[in-house]
């Protein structure tokens, strides 16, 4: 396989050479005409479709139209299958061959790997993009996410504004998927992943079963997933501690008093700390046997039974069902039903339970002439566990439909989240503390520890049921005819209902609260074409103006306001430049507001006002008083496909927001935040600090800044000479037309290659936590997260090559360095930048026909071999001395480090 692979890599390296440096008629496919069709009639410019402006805005990638969709040596003219509603054209598609190429198991490992081209910078953080099929809604990703990339025809990624025509908010782009018409598929799969370091192990088992015949389709999908726990010992973690606990123990305390003048006489120095020797545990000890551990206390269980990464199982169960129904007036009505129940469990580990003891000088175990101090770590791993269990049943549904010809599509669907949270408090050592306090001569204080002198102390408990029903309406179509083309508009109405019902016992102090949230709202969306190339006001190009507004009205906030609206502009054929405005305000979710109080013991923080790492207690949960946001945004958006022949295309964009009562989590201690929120710190009596309160806070107001620009490149190369009139052979076809060429995935035998480059450079990211404080400069000096400042710039690098069956992918990501400013009193902390490297290969094993001959059971079959972070990179922290606090080690900020992932795929 590896030679196989390296022989593709070198074939597609001396491809792009030729194919790179050939001019554009030596690189031009052969087109399909019939010799007796006749030129497509000329049309007055007002009877022009908007859709048939193609080539204003052409995507990276001409769409497919697969052999279902063509007549072979007829000119085409009309709107691809699958095609998204409204203007806006795609910025980037991606062909059966495209697809191919980046080796995905499933359309949800396929969403993953295109992350870097379906970000974007309108949101608030985290969303993905709307997800369509054959330009249609859906009733939730849930429908799709297991299904193979095989049955993908085209996939097409389309910028924000597309999300209005269906009804959502212009803040996440458009990944539309066109299914083929006819396919059919069982496919099984099971991944195994290992961090070569060691101690971590995944494991994760999926079947999908798929069939779609026409409009009609329907899935089944099932997986399974198990990942082993990764301790702290396991990796290169230091912990301090304010006493010097152990399982075997420590006698006094390294800044105490001398422990015993014969035992300093013994050592040669006065010794004020001992480690417990082992022969202890069977025994009385003499006192030349603590000699040996004078002078220092044993640590080596400080990182005992503590997990950096919680062991988890994970299982989900989905299903959809679509077929098309004559339902009366309605007509024929699309209708999709999907349901998917999931349920994953989370185990951790914080630690063990330390005990103070008083070594009596009068009992029979001690060799010391005074009373003396004992610690000791209690081995009971799971007296600090974390169990966090979580079910999820949801159910949904969508009826698409045409009505007096407007497009409307119903979707509905309610889901039941419920979560069940146990942390332990440690053990109650009462009866064990006095039993050695008494100098129990039944009682080792250095040796195993009876059971019945140990019993667990009452866990906290978090829990929380989460509802959610909805329903809303939408309808999409055109309102009149204008000079330049049709005037668009979509119309939604909806209600929902969501509730949060919470628990919490936090040391024996019972809470219950109740959050419900109805909502009503309302939206509208219009695109109008002010300009048409080759029509009206054709000097200008092609123009259009679209505004939104969405008013939504809360049972428990009030009513909140969206406004928003842009102008589109393509100067020049296969050039589109946009500009588009909004302004938002947007409510804290439920969750926010009313999730379950926890405490997490023993987290590991650097504390800028020490200069130490401290563990403390974590508090989080819900903030019943944060306030709704209010952000405005503007986007400027560029897209421009140089060459008519080759598939190129670059793009890029500008967004600077402002966002007002920004809603914010603590993630990490800094001086800023504890100067602006100083009862959210909690510290001892000598300034340690002892426990950070983590719940979502309102900061003044963000500034931000910044510009991603990018390209993507596409090269075909090989494959059998066409065939007489014009067919590749193999069954590849191609139909051109007028300004536009579509084509399937590629004949057998052709190579195809594929870069991505995308750049995101940081102008300005300011932070106000409170009016009247100085604004936080995160690009240069501070800091909102355990990572550092925000780094100026990031860069991802894809590339995939694939030809007859084997394929390979490079993945690439840089993070700029930063720095955090310690105050006066505090370190400066240096972040390095961070250079990461991935590498995969596939081999689809059924397409080597000798091979399939001798082992039939290859057929179908494909094997993946991938290596994230090659390199073993990982960021180093360093203060203004050159050295790592403990809370910043490199296994700290990646646990897992280089990992190997090998997966055996069956496609039935």
């Not at 999931?342 to 009373?371: C, I, K, N, Q, W």
């Not at 009149?480 to 083309?485: M, R, Y």
């Not at 590749?728 to 191609?734: I, T, V």
Request: charged share 25%.
């Amino acid at each position: 396989m590896a030679m196989a692979l390296g022989g593709v890599l070198l074939q597609g390296m001396v491809a792009a050479m030729v194919v790179g440096t050939a001019p554009p008629s030596e690189a031009k496919p052969p087109e399909v005409k019939a010799p007796d069709a006749k030129a497509p009639e000329a049309r007055p410019p007002e009877a022009r479709a908007p859709e048939s402006r193609a080539e204003e805005a052409k995507p990276a990638l001409i769409p497919v139209v697969a052999a279902e969709d063509a007549v072979e040596g007829v000119t085409v003219q009309s709107t691809p299958r699958g095609k998204t509603e409204g203007p806006v054209e795609p910025e980037i598609s991606l062909d059966e061959a495209a697809i191919k190429a980046y080796g995905a198991g499933s359309i949800a490992e396929l969403m993953t790997l295109l992350e870097p081209l379906t970000v974007t910078s309108r949101g608030r953080g985290g969303e993905g993009p709307v997800t369509l099929v054959n330009g249609q809604r859906i009733s939730g990703f849930q429908e799709i996410a297991g299904l193979p990339p095989e049955a993908i025809q085209r996939m097409d990624i389309l910028r924000e504004e597309a999300a209005l025509a269906y009804g959502y908010r212009a803040d996440q782009r458009v990944v539309n998927l066109v299914l083929k018409k006819d396919f059919r598929s069982l496919n099984l799969e099971d991944e195994f992943r290992f961090a070569t370091e060691g101690g971590r192990t995944f494991n994760e088992q999926k079947g999908n079963l798929f069939k779609v015949d026409a409009d009609a389709r329907w899935t089944v999908n099932v997986r399974y997933r198990r990942e082993t726990p990764l301790y702290e010992a396991e990796r290169d973690i230091e912990r301090t501690s304010s006493k010097p606990y152990d399982i075997q123990g420590n006698i006094g305390l390294e800044t105490g008093g001398e422990l015993d003048p014969a035992l300093s006489a013994l050592a040669g120095s006065v010794v004020s700390v001992a480690a417990v020797p082992a022969l202890a545990a069977g025994g009385a000890p003499g006192l030349a046997d603590f000699v040996a551990g004078a002078g220092r206390a044993a640590s080596d269980d400080l990182t005992a039974s503590r997990t950096l990464l919680a062991r988890g199982e994970e299982g989900a169960i989905q299903g959809a069902y679509t077929r098309n129904l004559m339902l009366g007036a309605l007509g024929n009505v699309t209708t999709t039903f999907s349901g998917n129940v999931e349920s994953t469990s989370r185990v951790s580990y914080h630690g063990l339970t330390g005990v103070d003891l008083v070594l009596r000088a009068d009992s029979p175990y001690s060799p010391f002439a005074r009373d003396v101090p004992l610690y000791r770590y209690l081995d009971v791993p799971d007296g600090l566990r974390r169990k966090t269990d979580t079910d999820k049943f949801e159910a949904a549904m969508t009826a698409l439909g045409m009505m007096a010809g407007w497009r409307w599509t119903f979707a509905g669907n309610v889901d039941l989240t419920d979560s069940a949270t146990r942390t332990g408090r440690g053990l109650d050592t009462t009866a064990y503390r006095a039993a050695v306090a008494a100098s129990d001569p039944e009682v080792n204080p250095f040796g195993p520890i009876p059971r019945n002198l140990l019993r667990y102390n009452a866990q906290d408990t978090a829990d929380s049921i989460t509802t959610n029903a909805k329903a809303e309406l939408t309808m999409n179509g055109t309102v009149t005819q204008l000079p330049a083309g049709r005037l668009r508009a979509t119309f939604k109405g909806g209600v929902d209902s969501r509730k949060v019902e919470s628990e919490s016992v936090r040391s024996n102090v019972f809470t219950r609260r109740a959050l419900t949230r109805d909502r009503a709202t309302l939206q509208a969306s219009a695109d109008a074409p002010i300009a048409e190339r080759d029509g009206v006001l054709g000097f200008l190009g092609g123009v259009s103006v679209n505004g939104n507004a969405l008013y939504e009205q809360f049972s428990d906030i009030g009513g909140l306001m969206t406004v928003g609206g842009g102008v589109s502009w393509s100067p020049i054929r296969r050039m589109s430049l946009s500009l588009n405005y909004s302004t938002e305000e947007g409510e804290p979710s439920p969750q926010q507001v009313n999730d379950p109080v926890q405490l997490t013991p023993n987290v590991s923080m650097y504390d800028f006002a020490t200069n130490e790492t401290v563990n403390v207690t974590r508090i989080e949960g819900g903030n019943p008083n944060l306030a709704p946001d209010s952000r405005q945004v503007v986007k400027l958006g560029f897209n421009y496909r140089p060459f008519e022949k080759r598939e190129l295309s670059l793009w890029g964009n500008y967004t600077a927001s402002r966002v007002e009562d920004q809603i914010a989590s603590f993630p990490a201690v800094s001086p800023e935040l504890e100067a602006a929120f100083p009862s959210r710190f909690t510290r001892n009596e000598l300034g340690r600090l002892t426990s950070v309160d983590t719940r979502p806070v309102n900061f003044a107001h963000a500034d931000r800044e910044e510009l991603r620009w990018g390209m993507n490149y596409n090269l075909r190369w090989g494959g059998p000479p066409p065939a007489a009139g014009g067919r590749p052979g193999g069954g590849g076809m191609q139909i051109s037309g007028p300004g536009f060429m579509m084509r399937s995935g590629g004949p057998p035998g052709q190579g195809f290659f594929n870069v991505s480059l995308n750049h995101l450079w940081r102008l300005r990211d300011e932070v106000v936590i409170r009016d009247g404080m100085a604004a936080l400069d995160l690009l240069d000096g501070a800091s909102l997260g355990r990572r550092g400042g925000t780094p100026r710039h990031e860069v991802n690098l894809q590339a995939n090559l694939s030809k007859d069956g084997f394929g390979g992918g490079l993945r690439g990501a840089w993070r700029s360095s930063t720095w955090v400013d310690g105050g006066l009193r505090g370190d400066d902390l240096f972040f390095s930048d961070i250079p990461t490297l991935s590498l995969s290969g596939f081999a689809d094993l059924g397409q080597r026909r000798e091979w399939v001959q001798r082992c039939e059971w290859l057929k179908g079959s494909r094997v993946t071999l991938a290596v994230d972070n090659l390199f073993d990179e990982k960021q180093e922290v360093r203060n203004d001395k050159g050295l790592t606090p403990p809370a910043y080690a490199e296994d700290y900020m990646d646990p897992m480090g280089r990992t190997v992932r090998l997966s055996l795929r069956k496609l039935l």
